[in-house]
């Protein structure tokens, strides 16, 4: 079974600064994809960030970027210039892909992130 | 908007009641996921529909039921309520597979507060 552990309960950092969230998995698939998502105080489910592990460049969004270390089973979340409106829960998630269409993500415990002004 | 869409936002009920959470995937999507989010727990996977079928169940309790309507809306039937099925339960939606694999889109959830 795989599993997505964050170890950082709670962060924070100062408005325009930059800060990089953990996240851990274990697998013994080789191919997954890996996604970050964003809650914010309105609980609502946001899509930051995906990667595919066939690929070896990390992925980019914006100020959003992860760094993917497969060897390692890594993948961190960079937000640069940090906004307030960057205050959110963040989850880091796992998806093995299944052509039977039973793709579950797997979801870490979540990270809150306060951004201060 | 999302483009998922659940009803009610907010639920409160006594326990031992039985609720029906509903939620319309987004368009084009065919496969509906169930997620339950209490504060210790996190997001826990519940159940999962494609195409009106059944394809995947976490740990979903015997009490909690779930189907998929041929128009792919979904429903989640939780009955003999108990104060600790209080949390938020999302509702997510996904492409077929051969669209590729990017991830669900949440619907904004239930809120349900049992009493």
């Known amino acids: 079974a795989q599993t997505v552990t964050q170890s950082q309960p709670e962060m924070s950092v100062q408005e325009a600064e930059t800060v990089t969230l953990s996240c851990t998995y274990d697998t013994s698939e080789n191919n997954y994809y890996l996604f970050w998502y964003k809650q914010p105080p309105s609980r609502q489910m946001i899509l930051v960030i995906r990667?595919?592990?066939?690929?070896?460049q990390n992925a980019t969004e914006n100020r959003f970027s992860v760094n993917f270390q497969k060897a390692a089973k890594s993948f961190s979340l960079k937000i640069s210039d940090s906004q307030l409106g960057d205050t959110a829960m963040y989850f880091c998630?796992?998806?093995?892909?299944?052509?039977?269409?039973?793709?579950?993500?797997?979801f870490g415990k979540g990270i809150t992130l306060s951004v201060r002004p | 908007d999302s483009g998922v869409t659940q009803t009610p936002k907010h639920l409160i009920t006594a326990t031992g009641q039985r609720v029906t959470l509903r939620c319309s995937p987004r368009s084009g999507d065919l496969s509906v996921y169930w997620y339950q989010q209490s504060l210790d727990q996190g997001l826990q996977f519940l159940i999962q529909y494609y195409n009106g079928e059944e394809r995947a169940k976490g740990n979903i309790l015997e009490r909690f039921s779930a189907q998929q309507f041929p128009d792919l809306h979904s429903e989640l039937n939780l009955s003999s309520l108990e104060l600790g099925d209080s949390a938020l339960y999302f509702c997510?939606?996904?492409?077929?597979?051969?669209?590729?694999?990017?991830?669900?889109?949440f619907g904004s959830g239930t809120r349900l507060t049992v009493v």
């Open positions: 990667q595919e592990a066939y690929k070896q």
């Open positions: 998630a796992f998806m093995t892909p299944n052509t039977g269409a039973n793709s579950k993500l797997t």
């Open positions: 997510a939606s996904s492409p077929p597979p051969f669209r590729g694999y990017y991830g669900y889109t």
